[in-house]
């Protein structure tokens, strides 16, 4: 049974196709961290393009197939976070991050605290300067919220520890 739904998210990243198509990971208010198929977005003629550069907040209508698929039919965009962007140390924050968000969060679980604080991470990000105390802060709240960490921890003791959840080497630019 096909069925459509409206939900408001976060843009966390898009992977481009070889066809007017893209797929793009959206942290949804209602069904966690979900990837969707956004079918012939690369067309010139294509609104809805512009709505999924990362870090903005959109809404969403997603059709859910019987094949168990996603697909993107329609977006609004509710805040592209312009401050943001305009700031190379800001858009690096953000990057690592929702890097960070994309490897620790589970696909399609609710996570409705974990939503909230992503989005005062992206509101705190966009009105204050880009410090490494604002990072620290917003990477303890995840983590706290994720259940890794009981107190909090400096940006180094944050950096190792990540890195072994992950497994993986995550540069820390940022700096």
């Known amino acids: ?3 459509a739904f409206k939900s408001e998210g976060i843009v966390l990243k898009k992977r481009n196709l070889p066809s007017q198509d893209i797929i793009v990971t ?3 208010k209602e069904m966690g961290k979900i990837r969707v198929l956004a079918k012939g977005v690369k067309k010139i003629s294509s609104k809805r393009l512009p709505h999924l550069q990362t870090g903005n907040i959109i809404g969403a209508v997603i059709y ?4 168990k698929r996603l697909y993107l039919q329609e977006t609004t965009l509710i ?4 401050q943001i962007k305009k700031d190379s140390r800001k858009m690096n924050f953000l990057y690592f991050y929702f890097h960070l968000i994309d490897r620790l969060l589970p696909e399609n679980q609710q996570e409705l605290e974990i939503y909230d604080a992503v989005k005062r991470f992206l ?3 966009s009105k204050s300067k880009a410090t490494i105390s604002l990072l620290e802060k917003h990477l303890n709240i995840l983590l706290k ?18 890195e ?4 993986e080497k995550v540069p820390l630019i940022v700096i």
């Open 64 to 67: 859910h197939s019987s094949e």
């Open 164 to 167: 072994e959840l992950m497994n």
């Open 79 to 82: 805040s592209g976070f312009s």
């Open 1 to 3: 049974m096909s069925r």
């Open 145 to 162: 919220k994720l259940g890794y960490i009981n107190k909090d921890g400096s940006l180094d003791e944050l950096h190792k520890l990540v």
């Open 26 to 28: 959206i942290f949804s």
């Open 123 to 125: 509101i705190d990000l």
